[in-house]
């Protein structure tokens, strides 16, 4: 190999690296590792509502919003590799974009199996949004089974994410860098 190659490999790699730790500063707390928390209250977390939009502070990001009747749950958000399979019948969930985001919360569901008169469902909002943000591509229901509640992001590239909660009402938050 020559030095040529070996400096113009060099010169691409600082480059990325660089783009990478520019991109990570524009969105503070935002890298590609696994992120996990634990959740707050007792009890199953009863999604309400999912809500995706793009904001242009800190750089830019997309976000999506998990909102819940009651307290936040666990939770654990990562990359992983597609193609996404449905849980818990393991069967392909299509999925645009060419990254996936799993966003894994528990005890969590979108329907209320507490009532005494029969279950209640309480997500009645779409298990697949189609966005038009810069990033995400859409938000798909992955899963609502044993209160393992897995709804996966689609992204067009593999870009730093960070996770916060808010309260009043209690919600997950996944912001994208753009």
């Not at 959740?39 to 830019?60: I, N, Q």
């Not at 992983?80 to 818990?88: A, G, H, M």
């Not at 209320?112 to 209640?120: A, E, I, K, L, R």
């Not at 909660?165 to 753009?178: E, F």
């Amino acid at each position: 190999m020559g030095s040529h190659t070996v400096t113009r490999r060099a010169r691409v790699l600082v480059l990325c690296s660089a783009v990478f730790l520019a991109l990570s500063a524009c969105l503070p707390g935002a890298n590609v590792d696994p992120k996990a928390g634990a959740g707050t209250g007792s009890g199953v977390a009863l999604l309400r509502a999912v809500r995706v939009g793009a904001h242009t502070e800190e750089g830019g990001f997309d976000r999506v919003v998990f909102e819940f009747t009651n307290r936040i749950p666990t939770w654990d958000v990562r990359y992983v590799s597609k193609p996404v399979l449905e849980d818990p019948s393991g069967m392909v969930v299509p999925l645009a974009g060419s990254y996936a985001i799993q966003v894994r919360m528990f005890p969590a569901s979108g329907v209320d199996f507490s009532n005494p008169g029969g279950y209640v469902v309480v997500y009645t909002g779409p298990n697949r949004i189609n966005v038009g943000t810069p990033e995400i591509t859409e938000v798909v229901r992955t899963g609502d089974f044993e209160a393992v509640l897995n709804w996966t992001i689609g992204t067009r590239h593999l870009l730093p994410f960070r996770v916060s909660t808010l309260n009043a009402p209690p919600r997950l938050v996944v912001d994208v860098a753009h």
